[in-house]
């Protein structure tokens, strides 16, 4: 049986170098692949493999002192999730392009958002209601196909627009609300809620373990709409049967969740292209410019 797991910690790591190294060898010799990116801040990994490699993997984890009492999100995998193994060293576990924006203790992140759990999630919401503001801390593209409901959505592609866009006054009226940021594991809230904090939001939640974590615990039937994208070879995941499609296909408006590739290599974006248009395998700006160049 294979599975994958998604995990993070934030912790110091004295020896980032000699720390990639044991990671290497011993997902070579448990058979896993996958990404892993340490740093002086922590360990950010997903990981695919026969599920017995993966439960030894964890118990190495928890063998070592500061990769001890991770929180693994589970899922279902084919063994095909990954073509190869990485592991690199990086300045940060997200490329937000602020490595400095954070300080780590034994503890993880220093004045990071409170991390809330999903039935804590609808506490809070009985309790404030419309006051809550979800805050995605993905890149926009994840969350065409999937985002809690009503959520802000910033115009971001990668994770290095997003100090930009927090800097721009867009969200300037949201400084004084309650707001829940949230994505796919919770790694990315880790960096972006003491971000948000150092630039004037005074009441910042994270959801605690991410969208993965609500997602296990409500399935469709809580304030989540759509599939989640993953970024490995399936794509995307849906947490039921109930899951709906809310992105739009490029060409023709369908509902779908389904991204490909635009066929220009010298575009390469992913595009939303639902069943019936599968063969139409260019983004609209490139069926546009093909137009004008005939």
Known sequence: MNKVILYYKFVPVADPEMTMRWQRELCVRLHLKGRIIVSKHGINGTLGGNIENLREYKREMNRSVIFKGIMYKWSDGTGNEFPKLSVK?????????????????????????????????????????EDVVFFDGRNAYEAAVGKFKNAVVPDTRTTHDF????????????????????????????????IMKEKGFT???????????????YGDEGLWEGSLYIFDGRMNQRFSEKSKDIGECVHCNGKTSNYENCANVACNRLVLVCENCANKDLCTDCVTTQAIAK
């Not at 994505?183 to 972006?192: F, P, Q, S, Y």
């Open 163 to 194: 100090v930009k866009e927090i800097d721009s006054g867009k969200y300037d009226e949201l400084k004084d609300k309650p707001v829940v940021t949230y994505c796919t594991g919770g790694v990315r809230c880790e960096i972006l809620t003491p």
């Open 89 to 129: 060293v990086r300045p940060e576990l997200v490329a937000f392009g602020a490595p400095d924006a954070i300080q780590v203790d034994e503890h993880g992140v220093k004045n990071g958002g409170k991390h809330i759990k999903p039935e804590q999630l609808h506490k809070l919401m009985e309790e404030r209601g």
């Open 203 to 217: 009441e910042v939640y994270q959801m605690d373990g991410g969208i993965v974590k609500y997602g296990e615990k």
